[in-house]
């Protein structure tokens, strides 16, 4: 019997990639200095929001850290995040519909690993790809590709990045659906591009695509 294949990324799709950052500078304001570390975990986050450069900033004020180790406690730390809404309740929806569920999502193995871990959701998924354990980033086809089997006939690829995200599942006949930014994305949704490069369809929630699916 024929059936579906339903693969998401993650950051800003599933979670909210500002969630993890506040939590990794939430971690390292605590390891730096313990003794004022929510005064400087909301100057670390203001320094962000105005786009500066936190690591280098935080060098110069503590000279004992190297950026190096900065950035390794930021990228490998086990963060406190959750889901966005509704994500859940697609899970369910397609678990109830016996479809298969994917994930492709850039970046390092560690860092994207323990995000599923923390959000409780790493062993829902049929196939995970991440770029770093899979040597290539989206919009790679091979990326994509390695979900098409024998006995799927329809596949989804729900994202949130204009730039990268739509362009090979467009390509490859498959129907994108973005995510559209709420006020939390980390990167801008830029809809002003080549029709290859957008979704065929947009969501304000994730719930949404019960009608879609």
Not at 186 to 204: A, M, T
Request: with cysteine; net charge negative.
């Amino acid at each position: 019997m024929k059936t579906k294949y339903i693969i998401f990324d993650l950051d800003d799709t599933l979670m909210y990639e500002v969630d993890y950052l506040k939590s990794a500078y939430k971690e390292l304001a605590e390891i730096i200095d313990p003794k004022n570390k929510d005064e400087l975990f909301e100057k670390m986050f203001e320094l962000y929001k105005n786009g500066k450069n936190v690591f280098d900033i935080l060098v110069e004020r503590f000279p004992s850290f190297s950026k190096g180790q900065l950035l390794e406690i930021y990228r490998n730390h086990f963060p406190n995040i959750s889901l966005n809404d509704g994500a859940k309740e697609i899970f369910d929806f397609c678990r109830e519909k016996k479809y298969k569920i994917g994930l492709i999502t850039d970046g390092r193995s560690v860092t994207q690993r323990n995000k599923l871990k923390a959000l409780g959701i790493e062993n829902i998924f049929d196939k995970i790809i991440v770029s770093e354990e899979f040597g290539s980033t989206k919009p790679d086809e091979r990326n994509f590709k390695t979900f098409i089997e024998e006995g799927i006939d329809t596949y989804f690829y729900i994202a949130d990045n204009p730039k990268k995200d739509f362009i090979t599942p467009n390509n490859l006949g498959w129907t994108s659906v973005c995510l559209l930014n709420q006020g939390k994305n980390i990167h801008s949704q830029y809809f002003e591009s080549e029709d290859v490069f957008l979704p065929e369809l947009k969501i304000n929630k994730l719930s949404e695509l019960k009608k879609i699916l």
